[in-house]
Each structure stands twice: as structure tokens, then as C-alpha cells.
């Protein structure tokens, strides 16, 4: 995480807005009496990029013959995905989760907008505690981390008027 101090008295506007993926986010604070918005929280994981095979992980091992068998291998599953990639994506879940609730208890916001896809915002959502739940303003599924900067702001724009 890469914080910058910004209060509300230091030019910004009172919602922050996370925008993020499986690998990586921003935490973004409107600028008042300007146009757009300034970062001021910043998460990458990039293992939850990686292929699994690159952090270690193999393809499970058949436990029948491969010739008219119907299943892929002898794994249990859980109905959780156990991999290192997934292990990744729920770290960067939870430190994106805490860092927004320090951000709100610490008074830099008082609201807070998510857009991310819809697992990604699920899982942050999770972690936070029911007061900053309460916190929560508005959410959008989307994964707008590759937009560049103007129409990112743009969509921003519109998601604060409600549009």
C-alpha cells in the first residue's frame, strides 16, 4: 500500500471511491473546486496475476486410467479454489478491506463507492466491519482499472451524480 495524507480540509471531497480487480486497486478522493481525482491509496498483488504453474502449483495427478474416464483427477474439492493465485486475490481483498477502514476511521472519507467486479467488491465488502458497511455509498460491478485516466473520471463523475 502507498498512502499520501488527504483530509477533507485539504481540498477533497467527502467520498472515497475504490476502483479495482483481482491484482490490483486504487482508492481515489474527488478533488473539490477542480476537475478529477487524486489516488491516494494503492494495492498491487502481482502473484494474483501469475499463472498458477509460476507460483508452484501443479495439475493434480489422475487416479484412473485416462481412456473413457469421465473425471479429471482424483482432487476433492471443496467448492474453494485453494490455489496460491486465489491466496493472493484474498490477501489483496483483505488489505484493500483494512486500509479503507483505517482510511474511514481516520476521517480522510466519510463515505465509501466501490467499482469492481462483482467477486472482487464481494470480497471486500466481507471483511469490512458492519459500521464502515454502513459507510458504503455505492457499488458497481465493473472492472474499470485499464480505462485511462478521463474516462475513468468521467465514470466516477457519473456514478457520484448517479447517473
Known sequence: MTARATTIEGGHASRLFLVANGSHGKAYLK???????????VWD??????KDSELGEDRPGR????????ARSAMEYD?????????????LAKRMAADLVDALRAGTAQSLAIVAPAPVAH???????????????????????ALPLATLFD???????GV
Do not use: C, W
Not at 498483488?45 to 501469475?50: F, G, K, L, T, V
Not at 470480497?123 to 482499472?145: F, M
Open 31 to 41: 478533488r473539490l473546486g477542480e476537475t478529477g481525482y487524486d489516488a491516494v491509496l
Open 45 to 50: 498483488a502481482p502473484e494474483a496475476r501469475m
Open 63 to 70: 487416479a484412473f486410467a485416462s481412456a473413457g474416464a469421465t
Open 79 to 91: 467448492g474453494k479454489d485453494d490455489s496460491p493465485k486465489e491466496h493472493a486475490k484474498r490477501d
Open 123 to 145: 470480497a471486500v465488502i466481507e471483511h469490512l466491519p458492519p459500521e464502515q458497511r454502513r459507510a458504503l455509498a455505492g457499488e458497481e460491478h465493473h472492472d474499470l482499472t
Open 155 to 161: 465514470r466516477l463523475d457519473a456514478l457520484r451524480h
